[in-house]
Nanobody, 120 residues
Framework: VQLQASGGGLVQGGGSLLLSCKAS????????MGWYRQTPGNQREWVAM???????NCADSVKGRFSILRDNDKTVQHLQMNALKPEDTAVYFC???????????????WGQGTLVTVSS
């Protein structure tokens, strides 16, 4: 199982970026997908998540500006980031809770980080 993230880059404050993350490999299902972010010297901060049932939530720090979406095949998630602020600058990591086989507990998988830099 692999998660491949894409979409980071440099953007001016107030701008938008779309991050994407695709899960590939052999597995029975994806229970949840989401994003964390991390700045140097700090712990990873949870940003957003969505479940297989369609529920989603975002951290208070990004609520109203970021939204999380999943494609119909449920293996691709997107983080739409609008009204970006310099404090959103971080490496963003996607994750997924994936069941390799039916009836077994889900395990966490992580994608490689993608850097988002917001200039003031």
């Amino acid at each position: 199982v692999q998660l491949q993230a894409s979409g980071g880059g440099l953007v001016q404050g107030g701008g938008s970026l779309l991050l994407s993350c695709k899960a590939s490999g052999t597995f029975a299902g994806i229970a949840a997908m989401g994003w964390y972010r991390q700045t140097p010297g700090n712990q990873r901060e949870w940003v957003a998540m969505t479940t297989s049932g369609g529920a989603s939530n975002c951290a208070d720090s990004v609520k109203g500006r970021f939204s999380i979406l999943r494609d119909n095949d449920k293996t691709v998630q997107h983080l739409q980031m609008n009204a970006l602020k310099p404090e959103d600058t971080a490496v963003y990591f996607c994750y997924a809770s994936i069941r390799r086989t039916l009836g077994r507990p889900a395990s966490e998988y992580w994608g490689q980080g993608t850097l988002v830099t917001v200039s003031s």
